[in-house]
């Protein structure tokens, strides 16, 4: 479903909403309108029976036997009916009016009761009633005509009770003599022309009203079926066709991917969440335990490691849980990208977090110490990339592939400066180092041609490996195929010129250089003159740097200063502790991963790992957060995470052992066992 026509839909929905809320409230209130007419009803009757009954009913029809008014079938007749005692000074027929004789009568006659008075028979307008006699309160009268309403011989009881005439009694029944005047009265029963005009506009109106109502209602009634129809289509099965368009869709493929990762870093969770705090289990006493390794984890995903190997590890210097590994070419697969940089995550071991491609092999990689999401490459066909984990995986920077920059095989990189002023610096075996600023990698910022003239054949120096001291941005070592290690400058400097150092050669190894690393600056005492190198002929070497001061004018071959010859294979890697003075490790080709402790023993290392299946192990990488963990390559394409526990904690003291660690390797005279004869005949023997 397209996005147009999804807004298109919930457009519809909410006004559908909105239409049934509107029906809604409009029978709500026409529902409580009706529940108050009814609960007013009762009350409403009884007050238009009390105004009826004080009005009086019509005389143009029939009469029943309580009607006061004259029967229209004798003319001359008036009705009888009972006198009502009403408070006053006079009392007052049923009729309304008070004969005057008969008041006179009463007040010559001084007494009270029933009184009759004769008359003539044959006088239409004249006869004799029966009166009830009232005493008065006031001897004076009032001669004045009083219009009082009739009120009815039978009377509601509930309605006598409401007005306060509950215990009310009836006098007795007199008779009166009418005249033609009382007996017709002129009433106006005309209806005014305006009220019957107002009343039928305002008929109409109600009629117009309630048939908009009807009409409003059936069409949200139609509106209500059709968006119901049209979202039930819209929701309709898939067909097979539709289903795999949306299943190769890219923003569904983002959406799982993303999803999925959330799901398997929440299910790689080592956490216990049903362990029991109330058992005290003991453990069990150990001897071995705090210098045992420990492997965390091991991540591969066939998709990405079938057929390849490691050529190189780092740790994100932001995220410690983040590390990443570059991968060779899959002969078996050559449709799919020839090199592979895959990021892993220590909460994911099922697949990679990110996974980026190249056009060549990728032979060294490393996190930008200052970018968190840059990664760099170093390729076989001398290309330098760059990914960014918020983009794809493709590079997003690259360098050309001409004379400017390399053109041979990148084995070494490493990221020197600041914050605000930071390079890139990558070697490669035909003796060129370049710079390169991280923004652009169209050319390098400068470059450096690596040449030595005791060469026979060529004068370039085939680069291997390369490492810069701590807080040193311009000097630099490089360890070389033909075994030797060299300094260089990127600059000119006091007494040296940029370029290689043609005078110091640091003679010792009979094979190439596969690692170089220098002492990390850290603890109190300063061992950054220090390095280690690892070689393809079984053996890791100690050196000392020489000063930068005191440059050589003549040849002279430096010698290591101590040879560690425990490795029965080639020894790939050697890599410094982070945080403890005298812990190293190695990896070599027999697939060990090596732990040595100078201030336990110099002879054999303190820990021996077998990795994996046996197979070689290429890198090795310390995490930067606090050095507890290791990252190891493999060749068998298997990234597999180390923890070497409490020995990565050093004690206080270890930085003055290993003075005097250095100090007896250095004044034991021929280093442990090889002396400079016993060099110069290696070499010579090459």
């Known amino acids: ?70 029967s229209s079938s004798i003319p001359g007749s008036p009705a009888h009916g009972r006198a009502i ?26 007494s009270m009761g029933t009184t009759n008075v004769p008359g003539s028979s044959s006088s239409a307008t004249e006869n004799v009633i029966e009166r009830t006699m009232t005493p008065r309160m006031y001897p004076d009268l009032i001669d004045v005509e009083q219009e009082l309403f009739e009120l009815p011989q039978t009377v509601f009881p509930n309605v006598l009770a409401s007005i306060g005439l509950a215990d009310m009694r009836l006098p007795l029944q007199e008779r009166v ?63 097979e066709e539709e289903r795999a368009s949306i299943l190769a869709a890219p923003e569904f493929l983002d959406f799982v991917e993303q999803s999925s990762k959330i799901l398997q870093r929440a299910l790689n969770d080592g956490y216990d969440y049903i362990r029991d705090y109330r058992i005290g289990a003991e453990s069990e006493g150990d001897d071995s335990e705090g210098k045992r390794v420990k492997r965390v984890c091991e991540f591969w995903d066939e998709r990405y490691g079938k057929n390849r190997s490691i050529t190189d590890v780092d740790w994100s210097p932001k995220y410690p849980e983040l590390s990443v590994a570059s991968y060779n070419k899959n002969p078996a697969a050559p449709n799919e990208p020839d090199g592979i940089v895959a990021v892993w995550n220590l909460h994911m071991l099922e697949r990679p977090e990110f996974v980026f491609h190249s056009q060549s092999d990728v032979l060294s990689v490393t996190f930008s110490p200052f970018h968190s999401n840059l990664v760099f490459g170093g390729t076989y066909s001398g290309q330098i990339l760059l990914w ?30 600041t914050q605000n002023a930071h390079n890139l610096i990558t070697s490669s075996t035909d003796g060129t180092v370049c710079s390169w600023l991280v923004d652009m990698l169209a050319q390098p910022q400068e470059t450096l041609e690596l040449v030595h003239a005791g060469h026979n054949k060529t004068g370039e120096v085939a680069i291997t490996t390369l490492d810069f001291p701590d807080n040193e941005t311009t000097t630099f070592w490089v360890g070389t195929e033909e075994g030797n290690v060299y300094q ?39 061992f950054s003159d220090l390095f280690l190198t690892s070689s393809v002929d079984w053996t890791v070497k100690l050196w000392r740097a020489k000063s930068l001061a005191k440059p050589s004018t003549t040849l002279h071959n430096v010698a290591p200063i101590y040879s560690f010859d425990e490795a029965d294979d080639y020894v790939y890697d050697v ?48 995490d930067k957060k606090d050095g507890r963990r290791a990252a190891l390559g493999g060749s068998d394409g298997r990234l597999y995470i180390y923890d070497i526990g409490d020995m990565a904690l050093p004690r206080e003291s270890e930085w003055t052992d290993m003075q005097k660690t250095v100090a007896g390797i250095v004044g034991g005279g021929q280093a442990n066992g090889v002396s400079e004869s016993d060099t110069a005949r290696i070499i010579a023997g090459r």
């Open 575 to 622: 890599k410094w502790h982070p945080a403890h003075p005298a812990v190293f490790a190695t990896v070599d080709g027999s697939g060990k991963f090596d732990l040595w402790n100078l201030n336990a023993d110099t002879e054999v290392p303190v820990v021996s790992t077998t990795v994996g299946s046996g197979r070689a192990i290429n890198k090795l990488q310390w």
């Open 85 to 110: 005692g009403l408070p006053g000074p006079s009392a007052l027929s049923i009729s309304g009016r008070a004969s005057r004789q008969s008041d006179l009568h009463s007040d010559r006659g001084g």
């Open 177 to 239: 003599i009418y005249n033609k005047e009382v007996q017709t009265m002129a009433v106006e029963t005309e209806v005014p022309h305006d009220y019957e005009e107002q009343l039928r506009q305002r008929i109409y109106r109600e009629r117009d009203v309630e048939a908009d109502r009807i009409a409003r209602d059936k069409a949200l009634e139609e509106e209500s079926v059709k968006l119901e129809q049209e979202i039930e289509q819209e929701i309709r099965e898939l067909s």
């Open 388 to 417: 960014d984990t918020r983009s794809k995986h493709l590079p997003v920077l690259k360098t050309p592939l001409s004379a400017a920059g390399h053109t041979h095989p990148v084995y070494a990189m490493q990221m020197v400066g």
């Open 488 to 526: 260089a400058n990127r600059y000119d400097r006091a007494g040296a010129k940029a370029g290689l150092n043609q005078y110091d050669v640091y003679k010792g190894h009979s094979g190439p250089v596969m690692g170089l690393h220098f002492h990390p600056l850290v603890g109190p005492v300063d």
């Open 1 to 70: 479903m397209s996005d147009r026509r999804r807004a298109e839909i919930e457009v519809k929905r909410a006004k559908l909403a909105e239409l049934r809320k509107a029906r809604a409230d409009r029978q709500k209130l026409e529902t409580e309108r009706k529940t108050s007419d009814v609960a007013a009803s009762p009350a409403k009757r009884d007050v238009e029976d009390l105004v009826t009954l004080l009005v009086g009913t019509s005389s143009r029809g029939g009469l029943d036997s309580g009607d006061l008014t004259p």
